[in-house]
């Protein structure tokens, strides 16, 4: 499930940084919960150690455990999560899929902006090199089918 049999020899001290935040997962999971809270498991990670956290949550989102996730690399939230919240000092302001929350414009009035492909449409949108009728990306993929409509390829 979590990926980290290998690891189980090796000292925790011998373990990357994302390696570290499997087995911190996993050593929850023996609990067997319906619902695991995870705040910030990929501050101080690399990308690989990243993709590595968000490739066992994925995993364990397809078991029916319920995990929510405080996070700030909003790419990665985009590709990965079902539901967005953004809380203001513990109220919420936004709740809704990652393309509602993460394209709203009510982020700038709580000092955020969306992903950077959000950022780069909206760049091409003001100079008219964004399909009208698209919505804007919050994911590579959507960015990059967004600018072939434009390029005609």
């Known amino acids: 499930e979590t990926g980290i049999a290998h690891l ?12 570290q935040q499997r087995v911190a997962i996993a050593s929850v999971l023996v609990m067997q919960p319906q619902v695991l809270l995870l705040d910030e ?22 078991r029916g455990i319920t995990v929510v ?18 809380l203001d000092r513990g109220r919420v302001v936004l709740d809704g899929s990652p393309s509602e929350v993460l394209t709203s414009p009510l982020l700038a009035l709580h000092q955020l902006s969306g992903t950077r492909y959000t950022l780069a449409a909206l760049g091409a949108a003001e100079r008219g090199l964004w399909p009208s009728q698209r919505s804007l990306p919050v994911t590579l993929d959507q960015a990059v089918e967004g600018f072939r409509d434009v390029g005609g390829a």
Do not use: C, I
């Not at 990670?45 to 066992?56: I, K, M, S, W, Y």
């Not at 996730?69 to 539901?83: G, N, P, Q, Y």
């Open 69 to 86: 996730m405080a996070e700030h690399k909003l790419e990665w939230v985009a590709s990965f999560a079902d539901r967005v919240v953004l």
């Open 8 to 19: 189980a020899n090796r000292s925790p001290y011998a373990l990357s940084a994302g390696q």
């Open 41 to 62: 498991p990929t501050s101080q990670l690399d990308p690989v150690g990243t993709r590595e956290v968000f490739a066992t949550v994925r995993s364990l989102s397809r």
